[in-house]
T-cell receptor, first 118, second 115 residues
Framework: EAGVAQSPRYKIIEKRQSVAFWCNPISGHATLYWYQQILGQGPKLLIQFQNNGVVDDSQLPKDRFSAERLKGVDSTLKIQPAKLEDSAVYLC????????????????FGEGSWLTVV | AQKVTQAQTEISVVEKEDVTLDCVYETRDTTYYLFWYKQPPSGELVFLIRRNSFDEQNEISGRYSWNFQKSTSSFNFTITASQVVDSAVYFCALNTQGGSEKLVFGKGTKLTVNP
């Protein structure tokens, strides 16, 4: 079974430029997550989708970050304009069942998209 | 609020030594799940184990074992006879019923196994 796919793997941009990351979750997984992992820290949730609806985006800096999940499958995370502090690994993840019935489902992660803002 | 604390920032051992990674969690929910993930240098978070709050039985999987103690809110991870390939950052994470299925991570413990 294919895992969570992400692209690009690496991106270097200048501050104030824009960047977009793409994610394809595991087939059939209803819930998709974007996490931000700053060097030396644990991942922090940015946004959570169930199918194509947003469940939680409370920690997404909405003035510069946006995300969408069209048709409830692939997702794109965009940063515009980027700041130096956005340098991090952006991890996409997915889980099988939606959040309506709590079951603590295992969340599977992709390899991440490494962003450096200079 | 949910919180996970991994007090050990870095651990260095020699191959074949046993090593225990500590994890302490905080939550007011009675239903929750605990996880351990491994993050090698490539960056992917690899799922290791999932444990629910009603199952305090310890688990062993090969050289890996986990000790879950609700009384001390701890979920510790032991690697027996460590190998160089075990070198990675290990994260403990918490998923609670009141947390809409999202994971809250600790800061991670970097394990280096030297030959």
């Amino acid at each position: 079974e294919a895992g969570v796919a992400q692209s690009p793997r690496y991106k270097i941009i200048e501050k104030r430029q824009s960047v977009a990351f793409w994610c394809n979750p595991i087939s059939g997984h209803a819930t998709l997550y974007w996490y931000q992992q700053i060097l030396g820290q644990g991942p922090k949730l940015l946004i959570q989708f169930q199918n194509n609806g947003v469940v939680d985006d409370s920690q997404l800096p909405k003035d510069r970050f946006s995300a969408e999940r069209l048709k409830g499958v692939d997702s794109t995370l965009k940063i515009q304009p980027a700041k130096l502090e956005d340098s991090a690994v952006y991890l996409c993840a997915s889980s099988l069942v939606g959040v309506l019935t709590y079951s603590g489902n295992t969340i599977y992660f992709g390899e991440g998209s490494w962003l450096t803002v200079v | 609020a949910q919180k996970v604390t991994q007090a050990q920032t870095e651990i260095s051992v020699v191959e074949k030594e046993d090593v225990t990674l500590d994890c302490v969690y905080e939550t007011r929910d009675t239903t929750y799940y605990l996880f351990w993930y491994k993050q090698p240098p490539s960056g992917e978070l690899v799922f290791l184990i999932r444990r629910n709050s009603f199952d305090e039985q310890n688990e062993i999987s090969g050289r890996y074992s986990w000790n879950f103690q609700k009384s001390t809110s701890s979920f510790n991870f032991t690697i027996t006879a460590s190998q160089v390939v075990d070198s990675a950052v290990y994260f403990c994470a918490l998923n609670t019923q009141g947390g809409s299925e999202k994971l809250v991570f600790g800061k991670g413990t970097k394990l280096t196994v030297n030959p």
